[in-house]
């Protein structure tokens, strides 16, 4: 079965530590992961795939197929990344590239 | 450009009523898809439009649910009898097409209609 799995539904840090969030996912075939980012009263966003390889706003995600892993980081916290992460996992075997959500991990980062 | 838009934002209904949700997709983006949010879950999808059909309609939950895209554009979401449990936020997404040989395209998401049956 294709599922994503956020263990953390509320991760708090305190401003300027590091972040993890942490994804895993269960998928027959090639996997595309994405991380989406809803800040208060906005609409869900893009905020990194692991094909485009980027660095957005400080986060990184690296795909561990071995532990079938989509993590997201970010060495030092900023109180501006306070909102909710969604990981989201898509491909062919999906049928039509439609996303699969896990759960989603609230961060607070504390002043 | 403009993004994702949907209408109304927020509806509140009662049981066994009927409802539409409309989502204007952004312009040339041929897939639409439909999902919905329960409260303190990750979205889940709905119903998938490439064009003006329905490629994959596998994550509506009964043959209450029911939605069209007639002209490829714009798309309305219908349920009928509506119960209690279909409470929730409907978003809508569109991408440039589907998906290729460079993977999927990436979702843009609209601001979702919050639905409240009483």
């Known amino acids: 079965a294709q599922r994503v799995t956020q263990p953390e539904k509320l991760l708090s840090v305190f401003k300027g530590a590091p972040v993890e969030l942490k994804c895993n996912y269960s998928?027959?075939?090639?996997?595309?992961l994405f991380w989406y980012v809803q800040y208060s009263r906005q609409r869900l966003q893009l905020l990194l795939r692991h094909i485009s390889r980027e660095s957005i706003k400080g986060f990184t995600a690296d795909l561990n197929k071995g532990e079938t892993s989509f993590h997201l980081k970010k060495p030092f916290a900023q109180e501006e990344d306070s909102a909710m992460y969604y990981c989201?996992?898509?491909?062919?075997?999906?049928?039509?590239?439609?996303?699969?959500f896990g759960t989603g991990t609230r961060l607070k980062v504390l002043a | 450009g403009a993004g994702v838009s949907q209408t109304p934002s927020n509806k509140v209904t009662e049981k066994g009523k009927y409802v539409e949700l409309r989502c204007d997709p952004i312009s040339g983006h041929t897939a639409l898809y439909w999902y919905r949010q329960s409260l303190g879950q990750g979205p889940e999808f709905l119903i998938y439009?490439?064009?003006?059909?329905?490629?994959?309609d596998s994550g509506l939950p009964n043959d209450r649910f029911f939605a069209v895209r007639p002209e490829g554009s714009v798309s309305t979401l219908k349920i009928q009898r509506t119960e209690r449990g279909d409470s929730a936020v409907y978003l809508c997404?569109?991408?440039?097409?589907?998906?290729?040989?460079?993977?999927?395209?990436?979702?843009?998401f609209g601001p979702g209609t919050r639905l409240t049956v009483l």
């Open positions: 989201a996992l898509s491909g062919r075997a999906s049928g039509t590239y439609k996303y699969i």
């Open positions: 997404a569109s991408s440039l097409k589907s998906g290729g040989e460079a993977g999927a395209d990436t979702q843009y």
């Open positions: 439009f490439q064009g003006t059909g329905a490629a994959d």
């Open positions: 998928y027959s075939g090639s996997p595309e």
